[in-house]
Structures are given as structure tokens and as C-alpha cells.
């Protein structure tokens, strides 16, 4: 009898011991396995994850099939079949504990990602057009949202930080923070093919397309081997930040040194009795590429005569400034603030103001993009109860053109290192099967845009090795018009860019182009019109991988000949080539002295002739080549054509790294 307590004790103990075990051995999935996800459909699908226990299993209802695993180091992985698009099913996951997924469709995943423009909310900052009606009729429950966070690394990680807890139905709920580009895109191809539509978005903006390159991949062409040694050593990350202190510290030297509103180190510019009657007239807040100053960087004092009444106590003033900015009342010296997205608060001393008249000076420097004051239009000095708008007319000047001084250095920091996005934002996802890419990115490219004609086609070939798929997909969208358009044609760094978009375009295989330097605004870096930008992307998915027949593309310039003063140029895409509207425009014509003027333009049996009567032996034609080009040449889709050059000398981006 006792014996047969003992034993029925000791087995009561294993099985306790086993059930302990069985009730700690719990999955755990990345970010992106959740309910209301989708998965690639007829496709082998990866899927992992990690457990304590020693083996696993996953059901999944959409064949009936039960997987089994064994669990290593801690790590699981299966691949597992999946048939044409339908759902919603479940995939269940044991491993002493019932882990299941539910919800889920099979269909086709997208992974969409640049900087802000695919960023860029229906609500939130961006508030598209008619966003409020957008997103009351965003009940699309066959598309489904994930949404990445930013996230930067030193080396890859495996794990996608996400918001929401992963994926989203989408609906007027879930769709006002994500990228409206998306959307659109997923919305249209959604109701074309009937096709559960899957989205990740991983973007963030004004980052570099470097940084979202492999380390690997960058080695290749050893532009950036100083700043990715600097990641994987302290030593050297340090001897870089002294090189680029010592560097900034020199050229900001250089800079007061041109800036004429300073004589022998001291302001002049500031005192309240020196003579401003020859300076200009600006209203403020604004940002002063738009009012009289084109594309110009570099400094800009502004002057106001503001009276008060009382002085009881000290003034505040608050403004944002891009990017850098100082400020004197009365000739005295108030402070200074660094950063375009930073907010300036400001406290004048009362022992700086006076009753009556009083001046208030503010120097700021623009190094790129818009520069100026801007925010509330009502911005104003405060005391108290009592507030005084300085919103209105301010005199204002150029200090000093940044064209007259060398680049200014330049240190990769955070997100814009080299690989430090695709370290945390891209590399957890390579083993998530997708069906292909749309990307916008290539504003904070700009500048140094003949190297975006290796840097793009690079990441593209980068993100196809990483995923797996030499033939991924790759739809992009070229930049839209931007900035103040000029009364004669000249060199851009935008137009640059697009001509590397359009080479890559050209040179890499299975790829798209959204052309849309029609539908931008030239006050703003972030059009509202966000629709058609996602129609045409998703228009060319349709064409291009659902082999839906659509028209997708405006015409593309194909080659050239000169006969006398006349160039004809030939396109792809040419079927009813025409002007959108009246004569053609945005052609310019230059002979050997590389000097373009405007030229008149026809369409001749489907090609475009080109002339004018300053160029008698003409050498290049070049069309829409400016930041905000106006041309309007269009074919049967009454998509734009790309912008072109048939010229291939030096522009103002080359060798610029």
C-alpha cells in the first residue's frame, strides 16, 4: 500500500513537473505575424519564431496542414505553401501553449517606403486633399495596414518595431495616420483586381536613400567607407565628429567672415539707427523662397520698427526660423537657436526695450530647401496681457549667398548614417515574402544627385538580394515640380535627380516610374495631392506585374538627331503625342557654347521638333530641366512626359559625395 502511494506520488510529481514545463513553453512571433495580416499568395511562405519548448506545430486552415518543427536555440522556422488569393483563415501554433492567429488573408503584400512624401498622413500634418471625405470612405476591409516605427541601428536587427500591434483592417478608424500614397495605391489596384491588399509601410522622412542601403552593398562603391568604419568603432567615430567640428567650426568662420552684415566681427546691421531705407519688403512669417528670393541659401537679415506703449516686465517672442537664427532688440544681443524644426522662444530683457520705437533685427541662415520665418501668422512679442504682431512687412537683405562659399560639411548622424534605417527598417522584414515595392524618396538626395545614379539602382539590386527575388518589383515615383520657377532656362540639382530616376528606370529591369511634375506645388516640398500619385503607381502595377492592359506611362524620351538648326526627338510611349494644352513648352536648345534658350517646339509625325532663332548649329535639347518645370507634353494617357537632356556635360551635382 505504501509503496503504491510512493509511486502514484512520484508520477503525480512528473506530471507536475511536465505541466510546468508544457505551461511556461510559450511562441513568441515578430512584429508582422498578427492577426489581420496577409500573407503572399501562391507563393512559399517563411514563417518563424521563438519558444522554450523542443518542438512545434502550426495548423494552418486554408489547406488543412499540420507543420511540425523542431525548436533550436530557442528558434523555429517553417515554409509552408500558400494557393491563391482568398481568407480570412488561421494559422494555430503549439508548443504546450495554443497560440492562433486569426483573421488572416492571402494576397499580395507591398512594401512601401522613402521618405516624407511617402510618409505623408491623410490627416495628421500632411491633411491631403479632401482628406476628412478620404477617410470616412476608407472602408476597405480587404486591405490591411502595418505600420512601421522609426527605428535607426548600427547593425541589423531582427525585430520590426511596430505601431498598432502590428496588422490593421483598414478602415476610417486605422486610416488617417498612414501613408496616403499607399492608400491610394492599394485602393486602386484593389478595385481593379478584386485582390486582398497587404501594405507595409516603413518610411521616414527627410532620410537619405543611403541610409537605407545595406553596409554591405555600400562597400561596393566605397563612398561612404569612412562613415561605416566610424559605425562599427568608437575610435573612429570620434575622429570623424573632431574632423567635423573642426571642419563646421572653419566654414561657419567663413561664413560671418562673407556675411556683410558684420564689419570687422561686429553687427552693424542690428543698431537701431543704421539706415535700411535701401533694403526690400517682405511679409513675415513666409519663407522667402516664395516672396522675391527664388532657390536662394544662405543669409538673410530682417528688420522691424515695432512701437510699445509699457514696459512692466520682460517680453517673449516665439517663431520657428529655418535653419538658423540670431536676434537683437535694439542692437542687443538676444540669443541665437540652431535647427529648422526647432521652435525659438525668446526673452527680451526689459532693460533692452523702450517706450516708443524700438527694432528688432533677425538673421537667419537657409543652407538648403525654404528658408525664412514661418509658423503662426499671428506671432508676436508678449508681456502679461499685452501682445504686440510683429506678423506684416519687415525690410530685409541678403547678408551672404552660400554660392559664394564652399559646401558646407556634412556628418551622417542618427537615421542618416549609412545602413542605420535599413539596419532596423528594412533587414527584420527580408524573410516576409512580398510581392514588390513602391518607393519616393530623392528630395534630401538632391543635392548630390549624379551619385544617386549609382546610389538608387544600388539599393534597388541591394533590397532584391536581401529579399531573395532578383526580380522584385521595384515602382517608384519621380519628384514633382518644386520651388520658384525661373524665367530662363538653367542648371537644377532637381532636375538631376530626376534625370538619375529616369536613367535608373532605364537601366535596372522590372521597374516603373511615376512621372508628376504636374501635379506638385511649388510653395510646397509636400503636395497635397496625394491621390493621383498612388493611382499612377498602382497603374503601373497593373500594367507591369498584373498584366492588366492600362494605359501607365507619358512619353519617354528615346534619341535624338540634328538636321540644320532643327533636333527631332524621338519617344517611347508616343501613341497621340500632343500638348496637354495650346503650344508646347518647356523645351530649351543650346549649341557648343552649352547656353540654352528657350525654344519653339512641334509635334511632326510623332516626334517633337525643336528650334529657336538664337541657336543657328544647335547641340542639345534639354525638356522640363528646371526644379518646377511647366512643360506640357503628354501622349494618349495624358500622363506627363519625364524631363530630359540629350546633353551629357557636367552639371552642378557632379562629384559632389
Not at 501682445?387 to 506684416?392: Q, Y
Not at 546610389?455 to 533590397?463: E, K
Amino acid at each position: 500500500m505504501k509503496g503504491h502511494l510512493f509511486k502514484k506520488t512520484i508520477l503525480g510529481f512528473v506530471l507536475l513537473i511536465v505541466s510546468s514545463q508544457v505551461a511556461n513553453a510559450t511562441v513568441t512571433l515578430p512584429s508582422f505575424f498578427t492577426d489581420n495580416m496577409v500573407l503572399q499568395q501562391k507563393s512559399a511562405v517563411q514563417f518563424w519564431g521563438e519558444s522554450d519548448a523542443k518542438s512545434i506545430t502550426i495548423a494552418t486552415s486554408w489547406d488543412k496542414k499540420t507543420y511540425k518543427t523542431n525548436v533550436e536555440n530557442g528558434k523555429w522556422n517553417v515554409v509552408f505553401k500558400t494557393p491563391v488569393y482568398g481568407g480570412p483563415y488561421k494559422i494555430t501554433i503549439n508548443d504546450g501553449t495554443i497560440k492562433t492567429l486569426s483573421n488572416i488573408l492571402i494576397g499580395e503584400v507591398w512594401l512601401c517606403s522613402g521618405q516624407s512624401n511617402m510618409e505623408m498622413p491623410l490627416e495628421g500634418w500632411g491633411k491631403i486633399n479632401n482628406y476628412k471625405e478620404e477617410i470616412a470612405n476608407a472602408n476597405y476591409p480587404q486591405i490591411r495596414l502595418l505600420q512601421a516605427e522609426h527605428v535607426e541601428s548600427t547593425l541589423p536587427l531582427h525585430t520590426l518595431k511596430v505601431q498598432h500591434d502590428g496588422w490593421n483592417v483598414c478602415s476610417p478608424q486605422t486610416i488617417a495616420d498612414f501613408s496616403a500614397t499607399a492608400y491610394f495605391f492599394a485602393r486602386k489596384i484593389f478595385r481593379e483586381k478584386n485582390i486582398p491588399i497587404g501594405l507595409i509601410h516603413s518610411s521616414w522622412g527627410g532620410t537619405l536613400i543611403e541610409a537605407w542601403t545595406s553596409s554591405g552593398a555600400l562597400c561596393a562603391i566605397h563612398d561612404f567607407d569612412t562613415e561605416i568604419q566610424a559605425m562599427k568603432s568608437e575610435t573612429d567615430a570620434a575622429a570623424l565628429l573632431q574632423q567635423y567640428n573642426a571642419d563646421l567650426a572653419d566654414w561657419e568662420m567663413k561664413l560671418r567672415g562673407s556675411d556683410k552684415g558684420f564689419e570687422t566681427g561686429k553687427v552693424i546691421w542690428a543698431i537701431p539707427n543704421f539706415d535700411d531705407s535701401s533694403w526690400k519688403t517682405m511679409t513675415l512669417p513666409s519663407f522667402f523662397d516664395s516672396n522675391g528670393l527664388g532657390n536662394f541659401d544662405g543669409i538673410v537679415w530682417f528688420r522691424k520698427k515695432v512701437n510699445i506703449s509699457t514696459i512692466n516686465a520682460d517680453f517673449t517672442l516665439s517663431y520657428y526660423a529655418d535653419d538658423d537664427d540670431m536676434i537683437w532688440v535694439n542692437g542687443n544681443y538676444v540669443g541665437e537657436t540652431k535647427g529648422y524644426n526647432v521652435e525659438r522662444h525668446y526673452t527680451i530683457p526689459a532693460k533692452f526695450l523702450k517706450k516708443g520705437e524700438n527694432t528688432i533685427t533677425i538673421r537667419v541662415f537657409d543652407g538648403a530647401g525654404n528658408g525664412g520665418i514661418y509658423g503662426d501668422e499671428n506671432f508676436f512679442l508678449k508681456s502679461g496681457k499685452e501682445t504686440i504682431s510683429l506678423a506684416g512687412n519687415w525690410k530685409y537683405t541678403i547678408g551672404a549667398d552660400s554660392k559664394d562659399l564652399p559646401a558646407k560639411p556634412y556628418l551622417a548622424q542618427g537615421q542618416n548614417r549609412p545602413s542605420a534605417i535599413y539596419n532596423a527598417m528594412i533587414s527584420p522584414l527580408v524573410n516576409y515574402k512580398i510581392k514588390g515595392v513602391i518607393w519616393y524618396q530623392g528630395e534630401s538626395n538632391a543635392e548630390r544627385a549624379f551619385q544617386y545614379q549609382k546610389l538608387f539602382p544600388l539599393m534597388i539590386n541591394d533590397w532584391r538580394t536581401q529579399f531573395k527575388d532578383k526580380n522584385l518589383p521595384f515602382l517608384f515615383v519621380q519628384l514633382a515640380n518644386y520651388k520658384q520657377q525661373k524665367e530662363q532656362p538653367g542648371d537644377s540639382d532637381w532636375a538631376e535627380l530626376r534625370e538619375a530616376q529616369f536613367k535608373t528606370l532605364k537601366s535596372v529591369s522590372n521597374t516603373g516610374m511615376a512621372v508628376t511634375t504636374d501635379i506638385g506645388n511649388g510653395e510646397d516640398i509636400h503636395p497635397k495631392n496625394k491621390q493621383d500619385v498612388g493611382v499612377r503607381l498602382a497603374n503601373i502595377a497593373l500594367a507591369k506585374v498584373y498584366n492588366t492592359k492600362t494605359e501607365y506611362s507619358g512619353p519617354l524620351y528615346k534619341s535624338y538627331s540634328i538636321k540644320a538648326n532643327v533636333v527631332t526627338i524621338d519617344f517611347d510611349f508616343n501613341e497621340n503625342i500632343k500638348a496637354r494644352d495650346d503650344m508646347l513648352k518647356g523645351f530649351s536648345i543650346a549649341g557648343s557654347d552649352q547656353k540654352f534658350h528657350w525654344a519653339d517646339a512641334k509635334i511632326v509625325n510623332g516626334k517633337v521638333e525643336v528650334y529657336a532663332q538664337e541657336v543657328s548649329n544647335p547641340v542639345s535639347v534639354r525638356y522640363n530641366w528646371a526644379d518646377n518645370p511647366n512643360g506640357n507634353l503628354t501622349n494618349a494617357s495624358g500622363l506627363p512626359a519625364s524631363s530630359f537632356r540629350t546633353d551629357n556635360w557636367k552639371g552642378i551635382t557632379e562629384g559632389k559625395k
